[in-house]
Antibody
Framework: QVQLVQSGAEVKKPGASVKVSCKAS????????MHWVRQAPGQRLEWMGW????????KYSQKFQGRLTITRDTSASTAYMELSSLRSEDTAVYYC????????????????WGQGTVVTVSS | SYVLTQPPSLSVAPGKTARITCGGN??????VHWYQQKPGQAPVMVIY???DRPSGIPERFSGSNSGNTATLTISRVEAGDEADYYC?????????????FGGGTQLTVL
């Protein structure tokens, strides 16, 4: 079945970087766009950016420009999210989420989600 | 920036109908998507393109969108529907396009 499996929880110090992986299975990885969404404790969901898994093109939320890098490894059907210069406000659950896609076009809606990765930033 | 507003909470008795609203400026001109999130779990898409249901989502879930309000309707509410519900749109009206989520509505089944 279609699923996204993310890497495990991380604890980082302020100023450090974190890299979260998202391994896809059950579908052709390169035909979909992958998004990253985060949720801080008690807060609403927050979109971070996406990567076209086919050609590697990316788009980032302005909020994370300069700190966020999304990459992919097509041979491993895996997407990665790296966030640098971490601060306490980055403590959150980070999700990868597949774009719904419709007739090969991006829908910018999220039909399959990973299980989430808890990232804790604390000194 | 574009803002989506949802009521923080809603309580409904089993078997009744729950209507969860999502307000936004001219939201009727955008495509609205809805997600269900149970405690400790990832969100699940329940409605996309205002009113379409992904496979596996019961027909009890339906959606509408017009003017400044989109609505998720859950008919014959069951205990298993208790969850947080989020609306979402893609805003491309400014120089920067991005996904926007509502603040979420906690549905309690009495």
């Amino acid at each position: 079945q279609v699923q996204l499996v993310q890497s495990g929880a991380e604890v980082k110090k302020p100023g450090a970087s974190v890299k979260v992986s998202c391994k896809a299975s059950g579908y052709t990885f390169t035909t979909y766009t992958m998004h990253w969404v985060r949720q801080a404790p008690g807060q609403r969901l927050e979109w971070m950016g996406w990567i076209n898994a086919g050609n590697g093109n990316t788009k980032y939320s302005q909020k994370f420009q300069g700190r966020l890098t999304i990459t992919r490894d097509t041979s491993a059907s895996t997407a990665y999210m790296e966030l640098s210069s971490l601060r306490s406000e980055d403590t959150a659950v980070y999700y990868c989420a597949r774009d719904k896609m419709y007739s090969s076009s991006v829908v910018n809606a999220f039909d399959i989600w990973g299980q989430g990765t808890v990232v804790t930033v604390s000194s | 920036s574009y803002v989506l507003t949802q009521p923080p909470s809603l309580s409904v008795a089993p078997g009744k109908t729950a209507r969860i609203t999502c307000g936004g400026n001219s939201i009727g001109t955008k495509s609205v998507h809805w997600y269900q999130q149970k405690p400790g779990q990832a969100p699940v898409m329940v409605i996309y393109y205002d009113s379409d249901r992904p496979s596996g989502i019961p027909e009890r879930f339906s959606g509408s969108n017009s003017g400044n309000t989109a609505t998720l309707t859950i008919s014959r509410v069951e205990a298993g529907d208790e969850a947080d519900y989020y609306c979402q749109v893609w805003d491309s009206s400014s120089d920067h396009s991005y996904a926007v989520f509502g603040g979420g509505t906690q549905l309690t089944v009495l």
